[in-house]
Nanobody, 124 residues
């Protein structure tokens, strides 16, 4: 069983930055791609970023150039550095373990395990 614990969310003003962390337990972290998703009130869960075991990354168009995903296999942790935040980034952010070692798309069905989420609120 894999457990994921996100942290780092909070309230920030527009233009500010936050770094989210996701600590994973279990042996699948080093052999699995990892992803970040977000869900705003009344909206579907949407893909934000993913990172494969070889550190190749993928991003949603809405966050390209502002967000950076990284992983530390020694700490079983994946990070999401978020810069130039705007109110449209307000959502609950979830990390997830993919069902394979490489990025296979933005569909949440491609991810097997999910964290409990951390709230990010960006004020204007």
């Amino acid at each position: 069983q894999v457990q994921l614990v996100e942290s780092g969310g909070g309230l920030v003003q527009a233009g500010g930055s936050l770094r989210l962390s996701c600590a994973a337990s279990g042996r699948t972290f080093r052999t699995s791609a990892m992803g970040w998703f977000r869900q705003a009130p009344g909206k579907e869960r949407e893909f934000v970023a993913a990172i494969a075991v070889n550190a190749m990354s993928a991003y949603a168009d809405s966050v390209k150039g502002r967000f950076t995903i990284a992983r530390d296999n020694a700490k079983n942790t994946v990070y999401l550095q978020m810069n130039s935040l705007n109110p449209e980034d307000t959502a609950v952010y979830y990390c997830a373990v993919a069902n394979g070692p490489y990025y296979s798309g933005s569909d949440p069905q491609s991810y097997d395990y999910w964290g409990q989420g951390t709230q990010v609120t960006v004020s204007s």
